[in-house]
T-cell receptor, first 117, second 117 residues
Framework: GAGVSQTPSNKVTEKGKYVELRCDPISGHTALYWYRQSLGQGPEFLIYFQGTGAADDSGLPNDRFFAVRPEGSVSTLKIQRTERGDSAVYLC???????????????FGSGTRLTVV | AQKITQTQPGMFVQEKEAVTLDCTYDTSDQSYGLFWYKQPSSGEMIFLIYQGSYDEQNATEGRYSLNFQKARKSANLVISASQLGDSAMYFCAMREGYGGSQGNLIFGKGTKLSVKP
């Protein structure tokens, strides 16, 4: 697609439930990133994929959070046993890497607003 | 310690005037990149300007320029001739190491810019 697509755009779930957030990156982008943005804050890094593998998952806050990218394109962020503190906008970005790639080529999606009630 | 510091939670500027948004950063890497993004109330992250740590000249993109002072570790954004549509949150971000668009971005807390008619 032309841009990074995130679905759903909004998700309301009850405390304790499981949720999945989807990111469809720009076609051909090898790197994919997940960020969490709480109200009034800057985005916080969660996890970064290079191809199918997680190159850096140091930002995942705890083992309730997990992400996959099985075929090196679409990624799913999974949150188990959701808590009210998980409420935030979850942003996905993708970039083209490798020789000739620009230094500033990150493209962000519009985000999924997750509300845990 | 914070890697990216934006000390101005909010700024006001008169339409058609210039405004400077402050950003300081902290890294021990020799190779890094500095970014500015705009986030309107609609939520998308819009790339504005990029400065590489080895770039000798300050980056410019239309009405945006980046005042890069490497020794002081500052990367202030200057917006000339402000327009009402410039009202938004502005985030400074840094990528450490790597090269190309590879590696996660570290964001500051942001500055809310309001342009007055």
């Amino acid at each position: 697609g032309a841009g990074v697509s995130q679905t759903p755009s909004n998700k309301v779930t009850e405390k304790g439930k499981y949720v999945e957030l989807r990111c469809d990156p720009i076609s051909g982008h090898t790197a994919l990133y997940w960020y969490r943005q709480s109200l009034g804050q800057g985005p916080e890094f969660l996890i970064y994929f290079q191809g199918t593998g997680a190159a850096d998952d140091s930002g995942l806050p705890n083992d309730r959070f997990f992400a996959v990218r099985p075929e090196g394109s679409v990624s799913t962020l999974k949150i188990q046993r959701t808590e009210r503190g998980d409420s935030a906008v979850y942003l996905c970005a993708s970039s083209l890497t490798g020789q000739g790639a620009p230094d500033y080529g990150y493209t962000f999606g519009s985000g999924t607003r997750l509300t845990v009630v | 310690a914070q890697k990216i510091t934006q000390t101005q939670p909010g700024m006001f500027v008169q339409e058609k005037e210039a405004v400077t948004l402050d950003c300081t950063y902290d890294t021990s890497d020799q190779s890094y990149g500095l970014f500015w993004y705009k986030q309107p109330s609609s939520g998308e992250m819009i790339f504005l300007i990029y400065q590489g740590s080895y770039d000798e000249q300050n980056a410019t993109e239309g009405r945006y320029s980046l005042n890069f002072q490497k020794a002081r570790k500052s990367a202030n954004l200057v917006i000339s001739a402000s327009q009402l549509g410039d009202s938004a949150m502005y985030f400074c971000a840094m990528r450490e190491g790597y090269g190309g668009s590879q590696g996660n971005l570290i964001f500051g807390k942001g500055t809310k810019l309001s342009v007055k008619p």
